[in-house]
Structures are given as structure tokens and as C-alpha cells.
């Protein structure tokens, strides 16, 4: 499967051959979404705590005496039936995180990529070197290539300071390397914008087949 590379300026930069082991696989939207959730649960950070019965201030002191009032046994004004005691099975400090094997998350992201071709929204760029680092000229650039919303992937980010410190200015670009590709932002833009050299990480990264230029 062949694709065509395209440059920041608009112009053609030749073909690569695209891995079938990464971009024609069946997509799995359950699995993808179940990825997703897995992202999300670990970045929450889990510090949502309220005082139970023990952790509230209070006197010990029992409110009045046990029998004769006609009012339920009360031993403490801590308890959570009371007005400012303290809340019963509330949330605690924990982690949201759980585990999910390695194999079915290199099948979301593998079915997020071949999602992403399916839908026309996949380009190929040879590289993101910009001579200037003006948001407003790399915008003009994209809108060229039909591209608003992306995520740009390279293979080293520190390597094009130009665009990068473009792009910090477009809220609707996010650029990463290679290395940190995830599904979550794969499917979070309209187009998923990859460099030659982080196709080739991306592909030996998954196992797939090198890809070969053309």
C-alpha cells in the first residue's frame, strides 16, 4: 500500500510504502475506546477524599441520656446522620488506574492508524523543517494542505525548533515525538500528520514492515 508524501509547502515528495501490519488492520472501535478509558483513568489523579465519623472533629460526649426522651439512641454527633458529622462511604485517596495488557493496546493503536487511513486522514509529510517560526506562515502552509486540526508525530521533537515554536501558537496542533504516540491523541485531531522517519520508528516500533520510499 502506497501513499504519497507530501512537503510543509505543498509540493509532492515522492510515495512510501505503508506497513499492512499497521494500516490495514480491521479497526476495533471497542477496543480503541477501552484504550481510551485506560488513558484517561490513569491521569486522574485520585485526591478527592471526604472525612468519615473518626475524621470529624467532635465530642465524645454522649448527646443526651439513653432512655425517657422518646428520640433514637444517639452515642455521638460525629455519626453520619447527623448534621455536620461525617459522610458514610464517601470517596477515599486511591488510584483509577487498572491494568491492560500490552497486546490489546498495540491493537488500539494500530486500529486508531488504520482508522485514520480508511478516513482520508492520514498524511505523510517528508519532514517539518520551517524556515520561519511565525505561526501565522506555518498556518498558511497547512490551510494549503487542507490540514486545521492535527497532530504532527516526528521522530525527534528538539530537531524542528522552528515549527514546533509555530505551532505552540495554533491550539488546534499538538506536536510529539514518535516515542509518545498514544491512541488518545491519535483520535483527538482531524488528521494525523507523520514524518518519514517516524513512520519508520512507528513501524519498528509495532513490529510492522520497514517502509520503504518509492
Known amino acids: 500500500m502506497q501513499i504519497k508524501i507530501v512537503s510543509l509547502k505543498g509540493g509532492k515528495a515522492g510515495e512510501v510504502e505503508l506497513s499492512p501490519d499497521l494500516f490495514s488492520v480491521e479497526p476495533r472501535l471497542d477496543i480503541i475506546s477501552e484504550v481510551i478509558r485506560w488513558q484517561l483513568a490513569a491521569r486522574q489523579a485520585g485526591t478527592h477524599q471526604v472525612k468519615n465519623r473518626s475524621a470529624v472533629h467532635g465530642t465524645t460526649k454522649k448527646a443526651f441520656k439513653q432512655k425517657g426522651t422518646g428520640r433514637a439512641r444517639r452515642g455521638s454527633w460525629t455519626s453520619n446522620v447527623c448534621r455536620g458529622g461525617g459522610v458514610a462511604f464517601g470517596p477515599v485517596v486511591r488510584s483509577h488506574a487498572f491494568k491492560l495488557n500490552k497486546k490489546v493496546r498495540q491493537l488500539a493503536l494500530k486500529s486508531a492508524l488504520s482508522l485514520r487511513l480508511q478516513q ?57 515525538s514518535v516515542k509518545g504516540l498514544n491512541v488518545y491523541d491519535v483520535i483527538s485531531k482531524d488528521k494525523l500528520v507523520l514524518t518519514k522517519d517516524a513512520l519508520l520508528g512507528l513501524q519498528k516500533r509495532l513490529g510492522g514492515e520497514n517502509a520503504k520510499p518509492v
Open 120 to 176: 482520508n486522514n492520514l498524511v505523510v509529510m517528508g519532514d517539518l523543517e520551517s524556515s520561519s517560526c511565525k505561526a501565522k506562515e506555518v498556518k498558511q502552509n497547512l490551510a494549503k494542505l487542507g490540514i486545521t486540526s492535527a497532530l504532527f508525530v516526528c521522530g525527534e521533537a528538539g530537531s524542528i525548533s522552528n515549527f514546533s515554536n509555530a505551532i505552540m501558537n495554533l491550539p488546534e496542533a499538538d506536536l510529539m
